[in-house]
RNA sequence: GGCCCGUUCGUCUAGGGGUUAGGACGCGUCCCUUUCACGGACGAAACACGGGUUCGAUUCCCGUACGGGCUACCA
């Protein structure tokens, strides 16, 4: 029987989940949804010291304006295999079953090593010129673990409450080869692979440990991950064979890694270009430091999802400008890169653009209306939406509107040097006066009838420049449409506007 | 350093033994426009390098270089 499709993500709370995790969900999701199948949000906080407080509710929040909504897991009604948060499960001892199960079979051991000792080890290797100490094969018959010491002085120590780790025994000398479905076959030697701790001296498993029994125990079915796990995955080979469970275990898939624009390296918090590494605005208690968000900076989810499954990933033609439900429909891990992808700040803008012109008018002066308010601005909706309509064709973002176009709320108070130096001559100022008289004698105000004025004008004074109207009345020496914007001014603003620009010239 | 992964225009990418190497962002020129834009047309711009294999390699193989990741009782 074909296995339930079933994919998890499953993040760590220590900090806010930027778009490399976004990403990582989001060919999850798509993948699941794609194969009708479950998608699940597993929080892993098995490291105490770094849990970060409101991660977890982030996370939550974040995958909720993304639009890709686990079906399962914590925050989103668990579902049969509750609990979902790692450090529950762990006081129900599911962790610590398998870890005794491979110590039975003899794949794992207890080392007592204290973190002083190990640190001496790895200082001896070095000094010996070993390029990289680990603790392995070789290594572990000169510790303080249930390998070396005898039998009984174990026992002793376990009853008297010494502190140990569980780690696995890998071997020394052993091909290990496992298939990722984006990256083909991999192969690695064991001998370059360490004794993983298991399980931590306070009873929490690492996430080597954990993943694995809670992929198992979910009854997961693809195990999607960025690049950074491509190493450890032999271990994790290991122990599913170790626990007799390599037959159920997921297909694996670890995604390229997102790149900073400029340079190289992995994308971090912040970056030069500006442009947010965050869905929504994260706030770090911990550090104190916030960061601003994709949400705030004026992005639509649409927008962002969409520019995110085509960093690393294509549908094979040229579409670029997809739905979520293209994206589902057509999404496939073998058509995930397996390159790193730089990421495009201009062509993330351009994303959101090509959304912004999918919306209407209306809907755009509903997304504008709040923005204005907060700006003290208090404008109708039919104003709003008309200014809308007129400033959206060069925007990228409903939140760069009011820049766009301030000066049909805010009457000009200088104009622009270049413009006035080049065309305002000794005649202007009369060209000027007369046409601000016509104006305010227009009785029908409207686009049509304003244009028709200009053009009826023109023979008795002379060449109107568009230009030099637009920045007495703006201030600007670029805009919006003319007519249209002198005609939503209205006509008291504008022969006032005009007005006060040629008493000051 | 070691190990693993990768390498097509500046960037995101399509392609794949024989192509004028395609698209998108950005950039430039022109057209449209009594202003400002949108838009349209066109253009510059790439197979990292060296060896094989082959009639033929950007495509397959091997090296080199470069980039990235990992190298914790972190994930």
Redesign the pocket.
Known sequence: MEKRVRLRF???P?GGLHMGGVRTALFSYLYAKKHHGDFILRI?D??Q??YVKGAEEYIINALKWCGIEPNEGVGFGDGPYAPYRQSERKELGIYKRYADRLIESGHAYLAF???EE?DEM?KRLEAAKV?????NAVTRQNMRNSLTLPEDEVKKLVESGA???VRLKVPRNEEIRFHDII??W????SS?V?DK?LL???G?????L??IVDDIEMKISHAVRG??????APSHILIYRYLGLESEMPQLAHL??I?K?D????LSKRDKSGLPMFPINWHDERTGESYIGYRESGFTPDAFINMLA?????P???R?IMTKDELIANFSFE?V????????P??T??FN?QYLRMQTDEQLADSAMPLLEAKGIKKDKAFVKEFCRLVK??AHFVTEFYDLGSYFFVAPTSYDEKVMAKKWNENSKSTYTKLTEKLSGLDNWNINSI?DL??AA?PELG?????LV?VLTTGV???????DMLALLGKEEVVTRLKNALSKL
């Open positions: 499953a993040p760590s220590t892993e098995t490291d010291t770094r090593d204290t973190s190990l790895r390029v990289a100490p680990q603790y502190p140990y780790v990256r083909g991999v192969t690695v030697n370059q360490d701790v931590k001296s306070d929490m498993p690492t996430y080597h954990a993943h690049e950074e796990w491509l190493p450890s390229p890694l790149l624009p340079g190289n390296g992995k085509l960093l690393g990933w294509n094979g033609d040229n670029e058509r890169n397996k390159s790193g992808a730089k990421f495009d201009e062509k803008k351009w653009q064709e060069k244009h200009f053009t023109e060449k109107i420049d568009m230009q637009r020496a670029g805009g919006a449409q003319l007519f």
